[in-house]
């Protein structure tokens, strides 16, 4: 499934609250900030530079959005995907270098590009209330196929383990398939 078709589907809203939009390093980047800040758009168009052009291409994302901080969200997270869209906080740019921030990206990028290839038999799932969240380790045919190739397997409980993750990944990437793959890309 692609991703027009899985946003179509699931129905992955507007970013919404939206005060200001711009052109950054051929994305659109909206903005849900009080105005635009030069020097992140700056950053932002020198990292996106760094990302190799495959790997946008790929994801196809649908926007940038240049968000506020929310409380919610894991103290470590400096980015987030949900669904097409890339969500920059306040601590995406935070001491950020033009190749911390084409990192970032670049593992954000690969979840969109999960998303663009969701199993339209699990969409079906989640549509008719069988399955209550979308899990890119079980819903993606991407993370699916990587998962396979790089030893992952699916514990009782919904679990990951692949013995040998720890050695060839990040902290993070080893906690499941779709997180070491992000990592992987990055």
């Known amino acids: 499934m692609t991703g027009a078709g899985a946003e179509a589907r699931i129905g992955v809203t507007e970013p919404q609250g939206v005060i200001w939009q711009r052109q950054v390093g051929g994305e659109i980047l909206l903005g849900m900030t009080a105005r635009a800040e030069p020097l992140e758009l700056a950053l932002l ?3 996106l530079s760094q990302v ?4 946008k291409r ?19 997270t400096l980015a987030f995907s949900r669904g ?3 969500y920059l906080i306040d601590r995406t740019f935070q001491g950020a270098t033009r190749l911390d921030l084409a990192y970032t990206l670049a593992h954000e990028l690969a979840h969109v590009a999960q ?6 038999g699990y969409v079906d799932l989640v549509l008719d209330g069988a399955i209550d969240s979308l899990d ?13 190739a790089a030893g992952w397997e699916e514990q009782a409980g919904g679990a ?3 013995p040998s993750a720890a050695a060839g990944t990040t902290e993070y990437g080893a906690t499941g398939p779709s ?8």
């Open 160 to 162: 990951w383990l692949n």
């Open 84 to 86: 097409p869209d890339i």
């Open 115 to 120: 998303f663009n290839e969701l199993d339209p």
């Open 179 to 186: 997180e070491d793959m992000a990592e992987a890309v990055a």
């Open 45 to 47: 168009v020198n990292s």
């Open 136 to 148: 890119a380790n079980r819903a993606s045919l991407l993370v699916a196929d990587f998962a396979d």
């Open 52 to 55: 190799p052009d495959p790997i």
């Open 58 to 76: 790929q994801a196809d994302i649908r926007n940038l959005v240049r968000a506020v901080d929310a409380e919610v969200l894991d103290p470590a």
